[in-house]
């Protein structure tokens, strides 16, 4: 019978342990998605953070990468980059500011022709290059220091 009781309370704590955990981060799940190779996970999440009115400035510098790589949209990419451009701008930090333009142009200067979908090949070089993290995510992460002090 204590044992009983025991195991009850422990699966007890359990479960009000992971009711009251945070959700992960959008960098996190980002990685685990990237790891899975679930790339329409991957669109939908970025997707809602680009219509967002505030969105996660990590999440928007690696849907950049998403769209220019990943399932190239030269359409998307540019309204990530815009989006960028708009955080910086508003942030008034000069660095911010120059860094969002320059990815904005090297985008907005991709020839058409280069946004076709990668092989498998491709592909699977970006995963053995980026094994445990999403491409760019790190780089995100240090964006969120001039809106996100």
């Not at 009711?19 to 960098?27: C, K, L, N, Y």
């Not at 809602?48 to 190239?72: G, H, R, S």
Request: charged share 25%.
């Amino acid at each position: 019978m204590k044992k009983i009781v025991i195991i009850l309370a422990g699966l007890l704590i359990t479960a009000l342990r992971s009711f009251s955990a945070e959700p992960p981060s959008i960098d996190e799940t980002l990685n685990q998605l990237w790891g899975n190779k679930q790339y329409a996970d991957i669109k939908n999440l970025i997707d809602i953070e680009i219509e967002k009115n505030n969105p996660d400035v990590a999440a928007l510098y690696c849907a950049k990468f998403f769209y220019v790589f990943v399932q190239p949209d030269k359409d998307k990419a540019l309204a990530t980059t815009n989006k960028l451009k708009t955080m910086a701008a508003n942030s008034g930090q000069d660095e911010f500011i120059a860094f969002a333009n320059e990815e904005h142009e090297e985008v907005q200067n991709m020839p058409e022709s280069e946004f076709v979908a990668p092989t498998q090949a491709i592909l699977d070089a970006l995963h053995a290059e980026f094994i445990e993290k999403f491409p760019n995510i790190d780089m995100g992460l240090r964006l969120r220091k001039w809106v996100q002090p």
